[in-house]
């Protein structure tokens, strides 16, 4: 069994600047504590709003009620989730960037939105870093590469050896859509592997999901909170996953790294606010996003979900995180051709 270490992104983030990896509780404590007492009594005023840019019943959706509860908590009202799906998280993201700058309605989105949308779209609506403050990140979810059971390989050694002895038509795998992230993930594959697999988009991961358990296509990368019941009743067989290390809740199935040196294609979800929100407002709420993720309960239900939780990351941590992926999924869009404008 691989020993259990965060995800190697988030060990970066950490390492690279030692100098402010001061954990964001503290920090935020320290701001918060020069404000005066009545700017801190002010915020929340009224319900605090998670804009999930994607449908309800998904990764970010089920992540983000989670986190809403207990960060409402720790600001001493409430926090709810609103779904603003669209675009390819376009829309929410929109609305975010847009909103009033007070702090009460905040974005938690996936770095799919965040990172890989600006490259996929000319004009996506919105200015990924100059447009938003870093709140909290709250960690990572990696895909698996699932396989009907049917399906001759039963490894990632396997696939490779079958996808370069046959035709390349004969290995497809599904997505949610052109442009996502299990579509890319998917090119990504083809390219650091040297192979063809065929990609066969659907509208949303649910239906192709549902064609490669009736055995339509025999591949498709899922996340992690939508693969695990599937694995769990043994209707979809796990060939790896897509982060640069094996997964805490899936400790036995390798990553696609031990087969494919390099390859990491993790998801993560964080917290933002529009840019502009008052200084003592963004302190507040990095103190509650810190305190909610140290809270025992939160961390189960999260782990639960597969969630890889992340270590205290400071603001400017988390803005050269969003940095590193523009720049790596711009280069991975481009060499797969993927375009939805």
């Known amino acids: 069994m691989a020993e259990s270490q965060p995800p190697t992104f988030l060990r970066r983030a950490v390492r690279r600047r030692a100098l402010l990896a001061v954990p964001v509780l503290g920090m935020a404590l320290l701001a918060f504590s020069g404000q005066p007492a009545g700017a801190q009594a002010a915020y929340p005023a009224r319900p605090v709003v998670l804009v999930v840019p994607q ?18 908590e720790m600001l001493g009202g409430s926090a709810v989730v609103e779904n603003r799906p669209g675009a390819g998280g376009n829309i929410g993201t929109q609305y975010v960037a847009r909103a009033p700058k007070d702090g009460h309605i905040l974005l938690l989105t996936i770095s799919s939105s965040q990172a890989i949308n600006p490259a ?22 990696p895909n698996v590469l699932l396989a009907n059971p049917s399906f001759p390989a039963k490894s990632m050694p396997e696939l490779l050896a079958l996808a370069r002895a046959g035709q390349p038509q004969a290995y497809r795998f599904a997505s949610a859509g052109n442009g996502t992230l299990n579509h890319l993930l998917g090119e990504m594959l083809n390219h650091m592997a040297g192979i063809e697999l065929q990609h066969v988009p659907y509208k949303g991961v649910a239906p192709a999901i549902n064609d490669v358990l009736g055995n339509q296509l025999p591949l498709v990368f899922a996340s992690l909170p939508s693969a695990l019941p599937h694995i769990q009743s043994g209707r979809l067989r796990p060939l790896a996953v897509s982060g640069a290390r094996r997964s805490p809740a899936l400790p036995e199935v390798p990553a696609i790294a031990e087969t494919v040196p390099g390859y990491d294609g993790t998801l993560w979800i964080g917290l933002y606010a529009p840019a502009g929100v008052p200084p003592e407002v963004l302190a507040r709420l990095r103190q509650a996003m810190a305190g909610a993720l140290a809270a025992p309960d939160l961390r189960a239900s999260l782990e639960k979900q597969g969630v890889e939780i992340a270590p205290p990351t400071s603001p400017e941590q988390f803005a050269e995180l969003l940095q590193r992926d523009l720049k790596k999924w711009a280069g991975i869009v481009k060499a797969s051709g993927a375009s939805l404008d």
């Open 55 to 72: 449908a309800a019943g998904g990764t970010n959706d089920i992540v983000g009620r989670l986190v809403g509860q207990k960060v409402g």
């Open 120 to 141: 996929l779209y000319r004009n996506p609506g919105f200015d990924p870093v100059k447009d938003f403050a870093p709140v909290g990140l709250v960690g990572a979810v």
